[in-house]
């Protein structure tokens, strides 16, 4: 079974920059898209960022394009999100997860079968 582990969170200024990771427990990784998502408090969770399982293209969620970066590592089955210029609106539970072809567009939950557990980003005025 597919495990997905992010890392990376923590409690951050505004204006200042954090990267997340995602590490896949197992070999397939580098067959699947991936993404980002996240969910505020008292909000629905809601898309960050997509990359193809070759690296490109990337697509992003408006509220984050020009400041946050998704890459991705297929030898060490790592997703990354790099996070600039964060707000506080940032503030939320980042989760990554595998998209799975067929089952909905990059950009809706239902398209992805697998999710990490979260990591929490909190953004201080």
């Known amino acids: 079974q597919v495990q997905l582990v992010e890392s990376g969170g923590g409690l951050m200024q505004a204006g200042g920059s954090l990267r997340l990771s995602c590490a896949a427990s197992?070999?397939?990784?580098?067959?699947?898209?991936m993404g980002w998502f996240r969910q505020a408090p008292g909000k629905e969770r809601e898309f960050v960022a997509y990359?193809?399982?070759?690296?490109?293209?990337?697509y992003y969620a408006d509220s984050v394009k020009g400041r946050f970066t998704i890459s991705r590592d297929n030898a060490k089955r790592t997703v990354y999100l790099q996070m600039n210029s964060l707000k506080p609106e940032d503030t939320a539970v980042y989760y990554c997860a595998r998209y799975l072809p067929g089952s909905g567009l990059y950009y809706q939950q239902r398209g992805y079968d697998y999710w990490g557990q979260g990591t929490q980003v909190t953004v201080s005025s």
């Open positions: 990359i193809t399982l070759s690296g490109g293209p990337t």
């Open positions: 197992v070999g397939i990784f580098s067959s699947y898209a």
